[in-house]
């Protein structure tokens, strides 16, 4: 039986093949990305996801993956598919900030970068970072 951690490194594969070939192509994925990181990191007070993760404590890290965690199966079971895949993504690379593995890290440091680039080009298409604000002209 395989442990968590290879669990983990199987699935996290499986998310960066399907983001190679499909999820870095469709805008609509790339902008739920961009939006959900950009709506965490400014929440936090700052720039990017990788900032917000470096500034994680126990206790807000464990906070943030139950939120995800809740969120994740919720908008799945609404059919906000492009919004689950986002949070499932960015779960992912929270989870694989404590995994030791050299594969995982480097796939970490890929999702981050990824997210990051999501972040930045939803601040400059100036669309809403929540649903309920209009976008900005």
């Given at each position: 039986m395989a442990t968590k951690e290879e669990e983990f490194k199987h699935?996290?594969?499986?998310?960066?093949?399907d983001l190679q070939s499909h999820g870095i192509k469709d805008p609509k994925a790339m902008a739920a990305i961009g939006r959900l990181g950009r709506r965490l990191s400014e929440d936090a007070g700052v720039k990017s996801?990788?900032?917000?993760?470096?500034?994680l404590t126990a206790e807000s890290f464990r906070w943030l993956l139950k939120e995800m965690e809740?969120?994740?199966n919720r908008l799945y079971?609404?059919?906000k598919d492009f919004d689950a895949y986002a949070?499932?993504?960015l779960a992912m690379s929270l989870v694989a900030r404590t995994q030791k593995d050299p594969d995982i890290r480097g796939?970490?440091?890929?999702?981050?970068r990824l997210i990051d680039e999501a972040i930045v080009a939803h601040r400059?298409?100036?669309?809403?970072?929540?649903?309920e604000e209009?976008?900005?002209?």
């Open positions: 699935r996290m594969a499986s998310v960066y093949n996801w990788s900032e917000l993760k470096r500034g809740t969120n994740g079971l609404e059919g949070v499932q993504l796939g970490e440091a890929l999702f981050d400059k298409s100036g669309a809403p970072v929540r649903e209009p976008k900005k002209a």
